[in-house]
């Protein structure tokens, strides 16, 4: 693996998977501005522009094999696999460790990410799969805090013996000998590192006597926003911009004592489909928070492949040479004496040349209003990224970097990984500018590529196969799919071929793959 400034070059994974070409370090591949769209002819369709895959070989080979293999075994793009990997390193490093870029910037790992799918597409699984190292650990604690909780029964049983004793030893003395008081035992907690539907209540509780930091799994996003107020009307949303911050967490509870969550650290992974985040960002532009919630969060939106059945499977020892690299990571950091990592001055010239790129972008004329606030808050995220991909590196080879220092190459490689993101950011807020017609093309297409058959001429499938699977929900009938297919065919992007079966014909559409732009 070599890096000379302008390209990367590392051995690629692909079996079966749509194969990864050399990355450009500091700008994003042609062909994916989704907004050039804006621009043309209102008859033409947008946001069906192929977005880059997730760039996974730049990680370290265990890891970058695990998100090859699983995907593979899934049928799923390796974008899924690899942003649960993502938020898995985040809470491994937990509050563990930290970027210093300067003394003022200290940011910790955490991230708010959202996978953005149809239904069926194996999101969930895959970021389960990805999750692994983390239940395990979780398993574990469990299994000690059991082990505790026994020896804790067996120990307030004899204390109470020993605190009546001593009790009835005070009779007829004038003075206690307080040093002679058993200690009564100490009741043992659980370390609990998942929450899945906890409220803002359970989990405040979970995050006091777990400072480590905890990630937050939800099926459904869309949910997970709506019902953020459901009680407390904009105060738990102020608590979820806090724990964005890592800022300290003053909680009052009616009858009991104040508690105070010094460093909340909250990684938040979840999965919603295209109609679903459309309805989450209207709401949040829409809204009167408008307070950049849903702008914190890392989009990944790919395009779809094939999900047809495969014999293929993860090999055990793929598995666990990544849960053993996520969990070495874990143990070797401490939340009571955090690891400070810094930039070589390499990697800072790396990283700024990036952030004022960003900067030059987010400014220049015509960019669009929308992503203005998502821009900002990447130019956040991008040291989150830094720090994440540095202790995976050392995690899994802890004499090819200096433990505190990240180098050049990390630096670079972060910079593919945030202008990956910026092209699914591109593609989810484009997506939701859409048009009604535009939105069932790309749905069909998406649909098509997930579905079809392989055709010399790109990628098949019968129109009642698009009828029968539903392709625009509830709303589907045979009339708005011709009419969508139509539109498909005028814009030169495939076509009905009729095909004579027995004692009529066929309907299938084919989908010029090579042909969408």
Not at 120 to 130: C, D, H
Not at 268 to 288: A, F, L, Y
Not at 353 to 377: N, R
Not at 428 to 437: D, I, K, L
């Amino acid at each position: 693996m070599n890096f000379n400034g302008e390209e990367i070059n590392k051995e690629v994974f692909h079996h079966g998977q749509p194969q990864q070409q050399n990355v450009t370090t500091n700008r994003i591949p042609q062909g994916i501005d989704l907004f050039e769209e804006e621009l043309q002819k209102e008859a033409q369709i947008v946001a069906i522009h192929e977005t880059p895959p997730f760039p996974y070989t730049l990680l370290p080979e265990p890891i970058a094999r695990f998100i090859n293999d699983t995907a593979m075994a899934l049928s799923c793009p390796p974008d899924f696999v690899g942003m649960g990997v993502l938020a898995c390193a985040s809470v491994a490093i937990g509050n563990g460790a930290v970027l210093e870029l300067k003394k003022s910037w200290i940011t910790g790992a955490s991230l708010y990410c959202a996978v953005v799918a149809e239904p069926g597409s194996a999101k969930t699984p895959a970021i389960s799969k990805a999750l692994k190292p983390l239940f395990d650990l979780q398993d574990y604690n469990y299994r000690e805090y059991l082990s505790k909780k026994d020896q804790y029964h067996l120990e307030k049983e004899n204390y109470e013996i020993e605190y009546e004793k001593w009790k009835q030893s005070l009779k007829g003395k004038k003075k206690a000998n307080l040093d002679d008081k058993p200690y009564e035992p100490n009741i043992p907690i659980f370390q609990q590192l998942i929450s899945m539907d906890s409220t803002m209540e359970a989990l405040q509780e979970n995050l006091f006597f777990n400072k480590r930091g905890v990630i937050k799994v939800h099926d459904e996003l869309l949910g997970f926003v709506k019902g953020m107020n459901q009680y407390r009307a904009g105060a738990d949303r102020q608590y979820w911009l806090s724990i964005w911050s890592n800022e300290p967490i003053i909680i009052n509870r009616k009858g009991k004592e104040p508690m105070q969550l010094q460093k909340p650290f909250v990684t938040i992974v979840g999965g919603t489909q295209p109609d679903m985040i459309d309805e989450i960002i209207k709401s949040e532009r829409e809204g009167s928070a408008n307070d950049g919630f849903i702008d914190r969060f890392l989009f990944c939106f790919p395009d779809p492949i094939p999900s047809n059945w495969t014999d293929v499977d993860v090999a055990q020892e793929v598995v666990a040479k990544y849960c053993d690299t996520i969990i070495k990571l874990y143990n070797s950091l401490n939340e009571d004496n955090p690891k400070k990592v810094s930039l070589s001055p390499e990697a800072k010239e790396a990283f700024t040349m990036w952030y004022d790129l960003t900067e030059d972008e987010t400014i220049a004329a015509g960019f669009p209003e929308l992503l203005k606030g998502v821009w900002k808050k990447l130019k956040g995220i991008h040291p989150r990224i830094m720090l994440i991909m540095h202790m995976l590196k050392w995690a899994s080879n802890p004499d090819s970097v200096t433990a505190d220092i990240i180098d050049e190459e990390s630096v670079s490689y972060a910079n593919y990984m945030m202008n990956y993101f910026k092209a699914q950011a591109k593609k989810v807020f484009q997506f939701t500018q859409s048009n009604y017609e535009d939105k069932n093309a790309i749905k069909l297409i998406d649909y098509v590529r997930r579905k079809g058959e392989k055709h010399e001429n790109g990628v098949s499938i019968r129109v009642n196969t698009l009828n029968q699977g539903k392709v625009f929900g509830r709303s589907t009938n045979i009339r708005l799919i011709e009419e969508t297919i139509e539109r498909l065919e005028a814009q030169g992007l495939g076509e009905i071929q009729l095909h004579q079966y027995k004692n009529h014909f066929i309907k299938q559409f084919v989908l010029y793959y090579n042909r969408v732009p």
